[in-house]
């Protein structure tokens, strides 16, 4: 099998087509995510701080040179860094609540009994009788 044939296998297995959906919805929700604690989250919780902007709180290690601009300001920016910790719990919680849920499901379906045989068609009685009768021979 040459490399293109089992590379179009690969690709268009339902696995892999669903994982390339999830990675997409995945960074479509991390931008919500973002916004939602960029613009509705840290502005109420800044302002309750008093007119704090956290993506703008830094520590200036080394301030910019104003006479030339070579020189650029070196700054640990920890306002930034709280806002990402605040999406990575909120990401963190949402996945918690998805595992949680689909575990419910699991647990609900393997708990739930096996369904009783089907009945068997007509033609497998037909079979199971001329069998029985054989054996009687």
Same mark, same amino acid.
């Given at each position: ?28 929700? =991390?931008?919500?995510?973002?916004? +939602?604690?960029?613009? *509705? !989250? ?5 302002? /309750? &701080? ?28 920890? =306002?930034?860094?709280?806002?990402? +910790?605040?999406?990575? *719990? !909120? ?5 918690? /609540? &998805? ?34 009768? +054989?054996?009687?021979?």
């Amino acid at each position: 099998m040459g490399v293109l044939a089992e590379f179009r296998e690969f690709a268009v297995r339902g696995n892999v087509i669903d994982l390339a959906v999830g990675v997409i919805i995945g960074a479509s929700f =991390g931008k919500i995510v973002t916004s +939602l604690v960029d613009q *509705v !989250i840290m502005p109420p919780i800044g302002l /309750l &701080l008093g007119n704090v902007d956290f993506s703008r709180l830094q520590w200036v290690l080394k301030p910019e040179d104003t006479t030339t601009a070579a020189v650029e300001k070196v700054a640990i920016q920890y =306002g930034a860094f709280i806002n990402t +910790l605040i999406q990575f *719990v !909120i990401v963190a919680f949402v996945v918690f /609540l &998805l595992v949680k849920g689909i575990n419910q499901m699991r647990r609900k379906q393997a708990a739930a009994p096996d369904p009783a045989p089907a009945a068997p068609t007509p033609t497998e009685a037909l079979l199971a009788e001329i069998r029985d009768e +054989l054996k009687r021979r």
